[in-house]
């Protein structure tokens, strides 16, 4: 994996390709949505992060929706 990495091949892709467990890892995908009235807390698949947060960003509603992105550590 870190030779694809130096190569200039993207984190989306070279994670596919280690060949040590600790290489890379995932963490679970916590996804939390507050409203005036309820809260939502989603737990997901980490590894479909980006595919979530470019529908968040399709949706055009940067107005109202606050984005907050933290790791796990």
Do not use: C, H, Q
């Amino acid at each position: 994996m870190w030779i694809l990495l130096k190569l200039g091949v993207s984190i989306l892709y070279a994670r596919y390709f280690r060949f040590r467990p600790w290489e890379y890892s995932i963490e679970p995908l916590e996804f939390r949505l507050t409203s005036k009235n309820y809260n939502f807390e989603f737990i997901g698949n980490g590894f479909d992060f980006e595919r979530k947060l470019d529908f968040l960003n399709s949706l055009g509603l940067e107005e109202i929706l606050k984005k907050e992105i933290k790791a796990s550590t």
